[in-house]
């Protein structure tokens, strides 16, 4: 099976930067894409960012201009690189991992991030 573990969470002022990572392990055939989702209390999972296979990127509307993905091929990880942090961006964020065989989704366990003062 396949395991992916965030890290890089925790609490930031408005304006401030995080970068989370994400690590994934086990028997991988193939990744499609891997990318980062958040879901808020009350509110459906949403897209954050997605970096494909060929290395095209998606993000979601609200983080455009201010979040990076990145992908490390070598070692099956991706990053997520976090500023001007607003407080609208507090949520649990979740890492994908969407493989090639079968098209099978993976998910991390989550990690918070909360923006305040």
């Known amino acids: 099976q396949v395991q992916l573990v965030e890290s890089g969470g925790g609490l930031v002022q408005p304006g401030g930067s995080l970068r989370l990572s994400c690590a994934a392990s086990g028997s991988i055939f193939g990744i499609n894409a891997m990318g980062w989702y958040r879901q808020a209390p009350g509110n459906q999972r949403e897209l954050v960012a997605v970096v494909w296979r060929d290395g095209s990127t998606n993000y979601g509307a609200s983080v455009k201009g201010r979040f990076t993905i990145s992908r490390a091929n070598a070692r099956n990880t991706v990053d997520l690189q976090m500023n001007s942090l607003k407080p609208e961006d507090t949520a649990v964020y979740y890492c994908?991992?969407?493989?090639?065989?079968?098209?099978?989704?993976?998910w991390g366990q989550g990690t918070q991030v909360t923006v305040s003062s």
């Open positions: 994908n991992l969407h493989q090639i065989l079968g098209g099978y989704d993976y």
